[in-house]
T-cell receptor
């Protein structure tokens, strides 16, 4: 079972509020990801990180920001939430190291954070 | 354009029956193909990872096949159970390095009825 945790699981907030979605993993993985998923649609990568102090934007443009101060922690923040941000946010980590060929390549997902902005 | 297409979009079967889900991809260069199971409201859980040289891989009642020449994969579920009701997602990676990108299908929503 994957040791990656997301909080909160469900969040309903009003427009304009600042929110932070937490993601933590205890597997020591370097690579971490945030995906956005709407019902019936594929997962879209919005942010990723190769390690501490490394963050990059993904394929889908997002107004959210991320930080990676510690290996195990990869929080996502929305400064001013809007109804268009309503979605499921999935955090994941991978055991691929920076050296090719190491690790299993497995991608472990958290349980997700369902955000609803009214 | 690199894409992953899954069919059918949804499927309903009776408990105990078998079923096969399809995944076609155009991702190139190909590195590996993964099948995930996602229960409603939960995160995806890995079922199998297949590399270029693997044709078949089994995990309990799940058997995945890969034809890298035709760029097709299938996931066969044997003796379905109610707990198999979920979305099954096909994911293709385009490189073997750590910089490999993942391409996600939209999933097949499987419902198993008693």
């Amino acid at each position: 079972e994957a040791d990656i945790y997301q909080t909160p699981r469900y969040l309903v907030i009003g427009t304009g509020k600042k929110i932070t979605l937490e993601c933590s993993q205890t597997m020591g993985h370097d690579k971490m990801y945030w995906y956005q998923q709407d019902p019936g649609m594929e997962l879209h990568l919005i942010h990723y990180s190769y390690g501490v102090n490394s963050t990059e934007k993904g394929d889908l443009s997002s107004e959210s920001t991320v930080s990676r101060i510690r290996t195990e922690h990869f929080p996502l923040t929305l400064e001013s939430a809007r109804p268009s941000h309503t979605s499921q946010y999935l955090c994941a980590s991978s055991d691929l190291s920076l050296s090719p060929g190491e690790g299993t390549g497995e991608l472990f997902f958290g349980e997700g954070s369902r955000l609803t902005v009214l | 354009k690199n894409q992953v297409e899954q069919s059918p979009q949804s499927l309903i079967i009776l408990e105990g029956k078998n079923c096969t889900l399809q995944c076609n991809y155009t991702v190139s260069p190909f590195s590996n193909l993964r099948w995930y199971k996602q229960d409603t409201g939960r995160g995806p859980v890995s079922l199998t990872i297949m590399t270029f040289s693997e044709n078949t891989k089994s995990n309990r009642r799940y058997t995945a096949t890969l034809d890298a020449d035709t760029k097709q994969s299938s996931l066969h579920i044997t003796a379905s159970q109610l707990s198999d009701s979920a979305s099954y997602i096909c994911v293709v990676s385009d490189r073997g390095s750590t910089l490999g990108r993942l391409y996600f299908g939209r999933g097949t929503q499987l419902t198993v009825w008693p």
